[in-house]
């Protein structure tokens, strides 16, 4: 993400709202001196993603147009991503508890997004997801070094993405229909 851009962009949309900085903290959840901070170039100043999305969603322009992937405040995205790329980020959002998955149903949720994979591998995908993150803690119990945690981890992981990323391939999202 382009500092300058972002600090451009993000004054410029504040404005264009008719909207102080006071108002946009207010809204996203963050003090004004964070707003500034934000808008100041020189500061370099950045948000997390999730406030960076807050203040995109306030601001009606798209998140891609925010931090500058995109030229457009309304254009889709220039980057696609795989059905592999979009798993991998998933089980990273689960590790860091950002999203938190039911296994019940594979339903895969937080506040604002919902992702419903449905279906016998869906299921399969979400009792291999806590057998993932169950084993983890299993391996940090015993005796086995650090370093191989990790590379177990590693291909255990890996081995997910190959195995399910048809789940999360384009023409199989359900917002496609």
Known sequence: MDCKVFSERLKQARQAKGWNQAKLAETV??????????????????PKLEIAADMAK???VSLDWLV???DNQNEEPIVKVDGRSFLDYLITLFQKKILEFDISDATFNNPGMIIDAVGEE?????VELK???NGETVLK???ISEDMIQLANKGWR???????????EEDRLPWDD
């Open 68 to 70: 500058g992937i995109a």
């Open 122 to 126: 869906a299921a399969k995908l979400g």
């Open 141 to 143: 119990k015993g005796k």
């Open 158 to 168: 890996d081995n997910i993405l190959d195995k399910y990323r048809f789940l999360f």
């Open 131 to 133: 057998d993932f993150f």
């Open 29 to 46: 959840g963050v003090g004004q001196n964070t707003i500034s901070n934000y808008e100041k170039i020189k500061n370099g100043s950045m």
């Open 58 to 60: 306030a601001l009606d």
